[in-house]
């Protein structure tokens, strides 16, 4: 059962995605979202400290039920693993580095050092989410004899790092013209070969 | 041998790196640096297009000659793969995640969205020379027989992937605190035991 404060926190969530999605998120305001719920921006805050905080959540929930539904025909198709781990990775691959999301990720990292509390208020939002998803997933390969016993939440965080690993410094160094889809299909299938055979029982 | 242009460079990141160690990136300025070397404004300018450009310079020419330190040590040694990759890999890390590269790279990604061309030359002062000397040490080791055969250069991207795997989001978050060195060769530990199952021959 959902308590009454989470069904306001998903009525606020749903209002700011249209007013981000409308203005922009240079251009939306806190009294704006507030103004579009009938609330007021101290209700607002209360639920949300930032802007940027409320805009990343938007974009993760979003990203969220993205998530969910990969990870949910993963386990309902009962896809060979390599063929769930490209699937997984093109996924992880085209949230991360859609422009939204490198935009707040941009953001965040600029203001993250200025706000104590943003960056982790984000990283549990995001990240820690989708970490604690992948290293269930591959918890279950291992217990199913398809992986190696190892720490699963290191296995998780190598599967995301080999992910990444073609296109981090594209957008740490803001180098990346618009999203490759062929490249993305290529660098996962590269990643998830790695990642297999670095983690695939020992023969 | 060095043409005067390439002195006249390395005079100037000589003398930037101290006029940045007394005054902070913050406190330092392009004006004071050139009025150091007893050059103009313009002169500067002709050789870095900017304040950020020039310091991160500066800061991949000191992790340079250490990174060239640990690639001659790694050859001279004739150490085995396992414990030379073992030592990069901390080496990367100390780098990379130190507060002074954590800022200026921090610093890069908010301004090189707004600058034509910062990223570019930021990337190929560092990561792109690191990809290249990486690149080289794995192609040796693939046609020794020490790693099977496979692209040199996604193998360097995907054991520097694998080494930042643990911290990356530690930096992106703003969640760090103070660098940690007993993790810091756990983790490259880590690192290199999945790269290496990952690129070692097939029996």
Not at 1 to 21: C, D, N, P, Y
Not at 60 to 84: C, V, W, Y
Not at 102 to 107: D, E, G, S, T
Not at 145 to 168: N, P
């Amino acid at each position: 059962m959902r308590t009454k404060s989470e069904a306001r926190r998903s009525a606020i969530l749903m209002a700011a995605g249209q007013v981000f999605h409308d203005q922009g998120f240079e251009g939306a305001s806190m009294a704006q979202i507030a103004m579009s719920l009938g609330c007021s921006k101290a209700t607002l805050y209360a639920y949300f400290e930032s802007k940027e905080v409320l805009f990343y959540e938007v974009l993760m929930t979003a990203a969220g039920s993205q998530m969910r539904e990969t990870f949910n025909s993963i386990e309902n198709l009962s896809l060979p693993i390599h063929d769930a781990l490209q699937i997984l990775g093109e996924q992880i691959i085209s949230l991360l580095y859609s422009e939204e999301v490198m935009a707040v990720r941009r953001l965040l990292l600029s203001a993250a050092g200025r706000k104590a509390g943003l960056g982790k208020a984000c990283y549990e939002a995001g990240p820690a989410q989708f970490l604690e998803a992948t290293s269930l997933l591959l918890k279950h390969y291992m217990d199913t004899g398809k992986l190696r016993q190892s720490d699963s939440r290191v296995a998780a965080l190598h599967l995301r790092a080999l992910l990444e690993s073609e296109w981090i410094d594209l957008f740490l160094f803001s180098t990346m013209q618009g999203f490759d889809q062929a490249f993305c299909k290529e660098t996962a299938t590269r990643a998830t070969d790695a990642f297999l055979a670095a983690y695939s029982p020992t023969q």
